[in-house]
């Protein structure tokens, strides 16, 4: 269903659909650049997205924002990843960021995964409710920031089941 509450005029937040493929595209390269070949992250980025968390934000009918969640394989379970999340960079700063990691975190909350992993801007998602992961605990495949690497827990019975030891975080294929 579109979210419509908050936002500007001709602005909606709504579920992606294969139709937004190509416009997606263009909001990734357009928000991160070249760089967006070379990060880690994209191991992790195997099966599809989960498309039932995946929203884009748009303007008068055109994309402008996007975010997506993968599923990924940590101590045997199935959790999520966040991200990318890419705003077009013409219309940064004006909210539809927050908006849509807001949103989807509310539809998120309502799963049964225990949590969610980021590699992300230590300076945006602690806003969120996501704070630093421990890199001695989930093993992050290749190169991260110490800092990037952020989780948030879905409910406090899901934090009653944090790994005691180190526990590979691995894609789905
Ligand atoms: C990061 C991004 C998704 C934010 O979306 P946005 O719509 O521009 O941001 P919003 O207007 O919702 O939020 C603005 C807030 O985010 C902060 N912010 C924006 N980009 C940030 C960044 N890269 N790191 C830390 N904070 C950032 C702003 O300082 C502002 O903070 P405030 O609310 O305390 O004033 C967008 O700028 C983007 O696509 N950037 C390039 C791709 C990227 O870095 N994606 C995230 C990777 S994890």
């Known amino acids: 269903m579109p979210v419509k509450g908050a936002l500007p005029s001709g602005v909606v937040i709504r579920p992606e659909t294969a139709e937004d493929k190509a416009a997606i595209d263009h909001v990734i390269a357009a928000a991160f650049g070249d760089g967006r070949f070379m990060?880690?992250?994209?191991?992790?980025?195997?099966?599809s997205h989960e498309a039932s968390l995946s929203f884009v934000v748009t303007l008068q009918d055109k994309v402008i924002g996007s975010i997506r969640y993968w599923p990924i394989l940590v101590g045997g379970r199935t959790q999520l990843l966040l991200g990318p999340l890419a705003v077009?960079?013409?219309h940064s700063g004006k909210g539809f960021g927050k908006a849509l990691v807001a949103h989807s975190l509310s539809v998120a909350e309502t799963t049964s995964y225990d949590f969610i992993l980021i590699s992300g801007e230590p300076d945006y998602y602690p806003r969120f409710g996501f704070e630093p992961a421990s890199q001695e605990l989930f093993l992050w495949p290749g190169f991260i920031e110490p800092e990037?690497?952020?989780?948030k827990w879905l409910s406090e019975d899901a934090k009653t089941k944090a790994p005691a030891a180190a526990q590979a975080i691995l894609p789905m294929l």
Request: proline share 6%; no cysteine; hydrophobic share 40%.
């Open 39 to 47: 990060r880690s992250v994209r191991h992790l980025r195997r099966a």
């Open 88 to 90: 077009l960079p013409e």
């Open 148 to 151: 990037r690497l952020q989780i």
